[in-house]
């Protein structure tokens, strides 16, 4: 046994998604992975048909006193030399002991629930920039981004969500939160006759942006898919990816776009400005500018040309940078400057 991943979030959504994603990656790598979480049975039957073992714990509040027994438990009962913490949560539960602690950061995370970790990889080099001039020691945080694969996946049957065969298609996926920022892809999307927008999400705003779609008048041409476990068969039927978050440190969205060969137009939110070269793997439009992701979503859909050599040239940035493989290799390559393999 090699690493313990720990993930305190019962929610729906990207880090929790990639949390499945990697471990498995690793598991399937041979760099022996057992899992921590809390309960979410959908995540736990994923990585039992990884393959990866997994043990659902508590992972509570302040008041949780039970659950860093528990974690040390399963360290050494699995023989444990490293703990992987996804998120403060997880990383409040994380016991030191004989082990190497390792805090993986996804966002501008409170760093002092790292306190005492060996380790912190930053899933963008802008996180392990900003950790720095937190005060955090530039020789213990590592940047290694995270992959994107793209799984054959039937398309989605557009006609089982009432769309035309021949309509474009948006795509957006997220939370629906205020910094997914639906509700401009929905104001967008009056702009846009004829096209269809699916929102792939579940969360707090659901029926605030229904009766913003009802509202503008576009209701008909908009579909609420709920948390999708099939992301891949939506990338395949769809013709546009938009991504307007208000605040996205990475944008795990426009990689997996890139992977499946969608066009991609973001807001320039801090991630998706730093991944995305504008004009050339993908667009990038102002936060919070309806008329400007209309217009860019106008152009893509009028320029057959255009969306292949974005997509193109987003295949080839997963290829060179963001595959699981080299990735894969970056977490081996630490583990074992670390001493954990």
């Known amino acids: 046994m090699t690493a313990l991943h720990l993930l305190g ?14 471990t498995a990656a690793l598991h399937s790598a041979e760099i022996g992975t057992v899992c921590a979480l809390r309960g979410h049975a959908g995540r736990e039957l994923a990585l039992a048909k990884e393959g990866v073992m997994g043990q659902r714990l508590l992972f509570g509040g302040p008041l949780d006193v039970v659950t860093r027994f528990q974690v040390a438990a399963l360290a050494r009962r699995s023989g444990a030399k490293a703990l992987v913490a996804w998120m403060n949560r997880a990383a409040r539960h994380t016991p030191p002991g004989p082990w190497k602690r390792i805090g993986r950061l996804g966002g501008y995370y409170k760093l002092k629930n790292y306190r005492g970790f060996d380790m912190l990889v930053a899933n963008t080099q802008d996180i392990a920039d900003w950790a720095v001039k937190e005060g955090w020691p530039a020789d213990h945080i590592h940047y290694i981004a995270n992959f994107a694969a793209s799984k054959s996946a039937t398309p989605q049957d557009r006609a089982s969500l009432d769309t035309p065969a021949d309509a474009p298609v948006l795509l957006t996926l997220g939370r629906l939160h205020r910094v ?16 269809y927008l699916w929102i792939a999400g579940a969360g707090p705003l659901e029926a605030e942006l229904k009766a913003q779609a009802a509202r503008l008048g576009v209701a008909d041409r908009v579909r609420f898919l709920g948390w999708r476990a099939d992301a891949g068969a939506l990338y395949a039927a769809a013709d546009v990816c938009l991504f307007p978050s208000r605040y996205e440190p990475l944008g795990n969205v426009v990689i997996q776009a890139w992977a499946h060969g969608l066009p991609v137009i973001a807001a320039a939110s801090q991630g998706p400005s730093a991944l995305i070269r504008n004009g ?9 500018d309806a008329k400007a992701l209309a217009e860019a979503a106008l152009r893509l859909i009028g320029d057959k040309a ?35 393999l």
């Open 180 to 195: 997914k920022a639906q509700d401009v892809a929905i104001a967008a999307l009056t702009a846009i006759p004829g096209a």
């Open 280 to 288: 050339k793997d993908g667009v990038l439009v102002p936060i919070d």
């Open 306 to 340: 255009l969306r292949t050599e974005l997509s193109a040239a987003g295949l080839q940035r997963v290829a060179d940078e963001f595959s699981q493989n080299a990735v894969v290799a970056k977490w081996r390559a630490l583990l074992d400057e670390m001493g954990v």
């Open 9 to 22: 979030s019962a929610a729906d959504g990207g880090a929790e998604t990639y949390f499945v994603e990697l």
